[in-house]
């Protein structure tokens, strides 16, 4: 029978791995090869030329300041991301100081567990829209309630200063991402047996103490995923950036996924377009790659 | 409308990938898998045969061939292309003419493009339009020579060039060679409410000096004097080279087309940036425009909270849903910069726009370009304009419509406008030098992030990058 199991296998993994090769890697494939060609993207013709298209990548200052907006992003929100997540999820698991024994979340986390999770719900096109019109200077929901407040002087041009607007759009990637990093180290605190909790609580542990001595060291694993995840998303960016600002003010939000967008359908310039997408496939891998590195540590066994 | 407006829609990530699979899909029926190339293979371009050529098939087209015609589903919609098409099927009845409609005409029609099987006509408008220095130097486009030496439907006296306003084949020429018909005529000029200056005694300002005390009134009277579409600051570019063009006489826009180094750093474009400038100096701008789309602001407009806004007569079209009954939306010319200002205060910015195609591998040519004689006839122009209330390029069309209050104000200052009517089309030769470069340096101008001497500068020296940048291929003009 063992022929007849091997051939059971293959008939489940033959077709996927057929699709994969054949709408994964053999558009990445092309790219590369498109990368050194001056292709324009509206006829079938392309002259080869070589490294060109690398040597202007270096010297494009657009392409250099997409990418310093991407280096922040990649700083910033992952470990803004990752705290709140962090914060969120032990509030909601084991925050709850109500009561004598027992370690349980704070009043309402049921809810709260459900709010959080809105945003991952909402497609990212909706959640730019959403944000877009929050951020509008008249008509818009924030300066609204500033003003409501009586707080009319911290009103804002939100998306149009440019000293803000980036941060702007920053503060939507965490409020987008955030949510379902609540639910997986809620989940991964679940993995963590109560008595340790318990334990540390009859020694006196506060919340903070719990959070950094007990939870994050035994959630490492998952927090290391996060960061890979979230370096990745950082290096994107294209999605929420172009519907909400376009780039703008004057290239001040700019991220390589969307210089590399508007090169290629904006600029008619598929070739050079391509070598900048063999760019950003190299900084993915090293920065996930390095993010794996840097965050290794000795595993605590239970 | 839609040429000018960028942000009409939004691009998802999902949209990108499809693009990818779809590129991939077409990769993979070009040939083995990892052989083949996102190229394709260019070939399987059976053209239709084409009819004879006769003076009442001046351009030979195949009674029978069918025809497929793709429009920019933007302001005007395409309801009035469907009108258009019915109009050659009348001539035509033996020919199938299939129509469809998109707002995103770069990633429906790219791939097409590549593969050599684009459709006959396209309406290559909107925010994502195709790159037009990329189609043209690419050899994607036909020259509509042949259609523009053709005797038009009405008089077969008179060509269809003969019948076109004035200047209204420049956007579409390059090098000499008309590749692309722009259909609409546009005014571009500052819009007020007709109802509003009336109700509370005010002139619109011959010359700048009144403008600005006419602002210092309105901001008296507790309203912001103007507000622009802060998202895309390049609106206010048009005043500002308007202005520089009536001052310094319209050459100095050729040498801004042909890239001539130090254009943008003329004396004029300095002097009416200092003008406009002036508005953000002294506080006549609506507070928080900079941060506003082309919808908000124009909507605070709308609602009487600003007075001016510069923008071109897609306006009354874009706004028709939020302009309160009775605005009376009326367009006038810049305000003169000075006495001596080489055109009068009539002259104003009229171009041509909503650009036609016919692809050069498409397999109707000359199916393509009679369409475009069509929609060139008095009856194709006079049906648009009555559907879509915008003028076409088309002399006299509108004659004997009753038009809307915005539209009939912009056909009264282009009338007096008349041969003194002047127009750039650097934003169509590079379109990033206007969308990405101008428009920066356009923000930060009117927000005081620069000052108009940094101002022209900083347009300088992206016109410079563009000269410099040989991947991009020049025009010039005359």
């Given amino acids: 029978m063992r022929h007849g199991k091997r051939l059971f296998i293959a008939t489940f993994l033959v077709p996927p791995l057929v699709l994969y090769a054949l709408f994964v890697v053999s558009p990445y494939v092309q790219v590369f090869q498109l990368a050194t060609t001056d292709w324009g993207g509206l006829s079938p013709e392309a002259h080869f030329v070589g490294v060109d298209n690398l040597r202007r990548l270096f010297a494009d200052h657009y392409v250099w300041n997409a990418l310093r907006n991407n280096a922040i992003l990649l700083v910033v929100m992952p470990v803004v991301t990752i705290v709140l997540g962090l914060f969120f999820a032990s509030m909601l698991m084991v925050g709850g100081r109500r009561g004598r024994a027992g370690v349980r979340g704070v009043r309402g986390s049921a809810v709260y567990r459900l709010v959080y999770f809105f945003p991952q719900v909402l497609s990212v096109a909706i959640i730019g829209v959403l944000w877009k019109e929050m951020y509008a200077p008249n008509s818009g929901l924030i300066n609204g309630a500033l003003r409501a407040v009586g707080l009319g002087s911290l009103a804002h041009p939100w998306l149009g200063d440019p000293n803000l607007a980036f941060w702007c759009v920053l503060a939507v990637m965490v409020w987008s991402n955030v949510g379902f990093y609540v639910v997986l180290f809620g989940a991964g605190m679940q993995s963590i047996p109560r008595d340790i909790y318990e334990a540390a609580l009859l020694d006196g542990a506060g919340r903070a103490a719990t959070l950094a001595r007990i939870t994050l060291p035994l959630l490492w694993d998952t927090v290391q995923v996060a960061w890979v995840y979230l370096a990745i998303v950082a290096l994107d960016g294209f999605a929420l950036v172009q519907i909400i600002t376009e780039g703008g003010p004057g290239l001040r939000t700019d991220v390589i996924g969307l210089r590399l967008y508007s090169t290629a359908f904006g600029e008619a310039k598929f070739g050079y377009a391509s070598a900048i997408g063999v760019a950003m496939l190299f900084l993915t891998l090293s920065v996930a790659v390095l993010a794996l590195r840097l965050t290794k540590r000795d595993r605590v066994e239970l | ?478």
Wanted: charged share 20%; with cysteine.
């Fill in chain 2, 1 to 478: 409308m839609s040429a000018p407006s960028a942000s009409d829609s939004s691009v998802s990530r999902r949209d990108l990938l499809q693009r990818a699979t779809a590129a991939g899909v077409l990769a993979a029926t070009g040939g083995g898998v990892l052989s083949a190339c996102a190229m394709g293979g260019g070939g399987g371009n059976d053209k239709a045969a084409g009819g004879a050529k006769n003076s009442a098939n001046p351009l030979g087209v195949s009674e029978s061939a069918p025809l497929e015609v793709v429009i920019f589903n933007g302001g005007f919609g395409e309801e009035y292309a469907k009108a258009h098409e019915a109009m050659y099927k009348e001539r035509y009845p033996k020919a199938e003419v299939k129509h469809s409609a998109t707002i995103e005409i770069s990633k429906t029609l790219q791939p097409r493009f590549v593969d050599g099987s684009p459709p006959d006509v396209v309406n290559n408008s909107g925010g994502n339009q195709i790159d037009f220095n990329g189609l043209v130097s690419q050899g994607a486009l036909s020259d509509l020579a042949p259609l523009l030496d053709a005797p038009s439907l009405d008089d077969p006296k008179k060509t269809v060039r003969q019948t076109l306003l004035p200047g209204a084949l420049l956007p579409g020429t390059y090098d000499g060679k008309t590749m692309a018909l722009n259909y609409t005529y546009t005014a571009y000029g500052i819009w007020y409410s007709g109802k509003l200056l009336a109700d509370r005694g005010w002139q619109y300002p011959k010359t700048w000096d009144e403008m600005i005390a006419l602002c210092r009134q309105i901001k008296a009277a507790g309203l912001a004097p103007w507000t622009y579409q802060g998202k895309h600051p390049r609106y206010m570019s048009w005043p500002i080279l308007s202005a520089a063009a009536k001052l310094a006489g319209p050459d100095i826009l050729v040498a801004i087309d042909n890239l001539e180094p130090n254009a943008w750093k003329h004396d004029a474009i300095k002097t009416a940036a200092e003008a406009y400038y002036q508005l953000a100096v002294d506080g006549y701008i609506l507070p928080g425009s900079e941060g506003m789309d082309h919808i908000q602001s124009q909507t605070e407009w709308c609602r009487g909270n600003a007075v001016f806004i510069s923008c071109g007569s897609w306006l009354e079209n874009e706004q028709k849903a939020v302009a309160p009954a009775g605005f009376q939306m009326a367009v006038a010319p810049t305000p003169s910069l000075t006495k001596g200002d080489k055109l009068p205060f009539e002259a104003m910015r009229g171009t041509s726009g909503e650009p036609f195609i016919v692809p050069s591998k498409a397999k109707n040519v000359p199916g393509g370009l009679e369409y475009l004689r069509v929609m060139l006839s008095r009856k194709g122009a006079a049906d648009f304009t009555k559907r879509v209330s915008s003028l076409t390029a088309v002399q006299g069309a509108e004659e004997g419509l009753t038009l809307p209050p915005g539209l009939q104000s912009a056909t009264k200052v282009m009338k007096a406008s008349g041969d003194k009517t002047f127009n750039w089309v650097y934003n169509s030769y590079y379109r990033k030098l206007e969308r990405t470069l101008v428009d920066a340096a356009c923000g930060d101008l009117m927000t005081k992030r620069i000052n108009p001497a940094q101002f022209v500068e900083q347009c300088q020296r992206g016109a410079d990058e563009i000269a410099r940048d040989s991947s991009i291929k020049k025009y010039k003009r005359t």
